[in-house]
Nanobody, 127 residues
Framework: QVQLVESGGGLVQAGGSLRLSCAAS????????MGWFRQAPGKERVFVAG????????RYADSVKGRFTVSRDNAKNTVYLQMNSLKPEDTAVYYC????????????????????WGQGTQVTVSS
């Protein structure tokens, strides 16, 4: 069982920055590929960014490339999402998720590829 707890959300003006954190329970965090997703009201949950087990590989949605950076600290069982140059369209609930399939070597962008989810943290960007 993996428990994920996000933090760092809030209200920010357009052009501002936020850093989200996701703390994971358990001793095998370094064996999970981690992903960030977001869900705006009335819309589907969509992939934002993902990071491989070692942190050596990352993947981003086109809409956030160049603005968001995903990173992880396996010693702290934590994954981060640094969000810069925020736009009103970034407003959503942000979720972190863990892909525990150890034999998978790619970063999955579909929600169904992830086994465990956090409760989400609200990010609101005002114009």
């Amino acid at each position: 069982q993996v428990q994920l707890v996000e933090s760092g959300g809030g209200l920010v003006q357009a052009g501002g920055s936020l850093r989200l954190s996701c703390a994971a329970s358990g001793r095998t965090f370094s064996s999970y590929t981690m992903g960030w997703f977001r869900q705006a009201p009335g819309k589907e949950r969509v992939f934002v960014a993902g990071i491989s087990r070692s942190g050596g590989s990352t993947r981003y949605a086109d809409s956030v490339k160049g603005r968001f950076t995903v990173s992880r600290d396996n010693a702290k069982n934590t994954v981060y999402l640094q969000m810069n140059s925020l736009k009103p369209e970034d407003t959503a609930v942000y979720y972190c998720a863990a892909d525990t399939l150890v034999r998978r070597v790619v970063i999955i962008t579909t929600p169904g590829g992830y086994d465990y989810w956090g409760q989400g943290t609200q990010v609101t960007v005002s114009s």
